[in-house]
């Protein structure tokens, strides 16, 4: 709403009238619909018995003659035929509005008995029930200021003497936007790739004048030899990653380090047959990259502001991580 206020003075003469507004508009919540599985209603024992049954688990001596693009494919295509089966998509709408850090449960269980106190003022229409669910309203709301000013202050006593995490909480205070992801409108992926296309072409520009380096000796090692991939070492591999996802992942990184003493022997497999063929999987050469704007900049300054942030399988980066093991192996 839109407040606005006139003031005059009738007893002096010099007084005017002043007339302001105040823009209290809060912003709107953005409801999008998304896809995603209810991974609280997935059946641990069912999806492990299904998956114990299938190719990835039963005879994997039986899969020695499947390139490395097969195998990746067959891992990527069974995962997911099972998570369809035991955990389907589904689409659900969700609202997205300014974030609310300080809510936690006791906010949460303070909401549910004030809808509670609401749904039986309204069945009933008692003087009673409605006093009671007026004087509930009152307690959430000063809950809700009590936990805002408690999160803040707390934030504050944190940073202290460190200038860079004050200026972002004070940031967050003030509900200004975030340094992260850029906004839809702010800059488009034509834009982001069009800075980087010309930024390569003024340093091949700028140098090509430039002499090449004569370099007389060159480093000619060469690994040819090596100890294969084991499934225990998979196994710890898997276990010590971390809980990140990436949207190309056939299934959570969670769930596949419950899973991770089934898995590992084909992963183990999976990962030798590219090491001996010397191929990559094709699946897994695929990224999501995400522009992060590192401090506000004016629309025409945007795209050199942004750096690239990747986001890889995580099959392909565990599969890297055991390439780096090698050397130390052999």
Not at 51 to 69: K, R
Not at 94 to 107: E, H, I
Not at 124 to 141: E, F, I, P, T, Y
Request: glycine share 4%.
């Amino acid at each position: 709403m839109v407040l606005q206020r006139n003031a005059a003075a009738r007893t002096h003469t010099t007084t005017t009238i002043v007339t302001f507004s105040l823009d209290m508009q809060k912003p709107r919540l953005e409801h999008l619909w998304t896809t995603s599985r209810p991974w609280k209603k997935l059946s641990m024992s069912e999806f492990e018995a299904d998956l114990e049954a299938s190719q990835l688990c039963t005879d994997v001596s039986a899969l020695q003659d499947l390139s490395a693009d097969e195998l990746a494919e067959l891992y990527d295509t069974t995962l997911l035929t099972l998570l369809d089966k035991h955990c389907p998509a589904v689409r659900t709408r969700r609202k997205f509005g300014p974030l609310t850090p300080w809510y936690d449960a006791d906010c949460r269980a303070s909401r549910r008995k004030t809808r509670i106190l609401e749904r039986r003022y309204k069945r009933s229409g008692a003087v009673a029930d409605r006093l009671a669910w007026v004087h509930q309203l009152k307690l959430m709301h000063a809950l809700y200021e009590d936990k805002n000013h408690q999160h803040w202050r707390t934030k504050i006593a944190d940073n202290k003497g460190n200038m860079k995490k004050l200026w972002q909480t004070m940031s967050g205070i003030m509900g200004e936007k975030p340094c992260g992801r850029c906004d839809d409108g702010d800059c488009t992926a034509e834009d982001f790739a069009k800075y980087f296309s010309d930024k390569v072409d003024t340093i091949r520009s700028e140098t090509s004048t430039t002499p090449l380096q004569d370099i007389p000796d060159t480093a000619s090692h060469v690994i040819d030899e090596w100890s294969p991939v084991t499934a225990l070492e998979v196994e710890k591999l898997i276990s010590s990653s971390l809980n990140k996802t990436c949207q190309l992942d056939p299934a959570p990184t969670w769930l596949i380090k419950e899973q991770r003493s089934l898995l590992s022997p084909f992963i183990a497999l999976l990962f030798n047959k590219s090491l001996a063929t010397g191929s990559f999987p094709k699946k897994y050469g695929h990224a999501i990259v995400f522009p992060l704007q590192p401090r506000r900049q004016p629309t025409e300054e945007l795209s050199s502001s942004l750096k690239p942030t990747i986001s890889v399988e995580t099959s392909g980066k565990s599969r890297s991580d055991a390439v780096a093991e090698v050397p130390r192996r052999s």
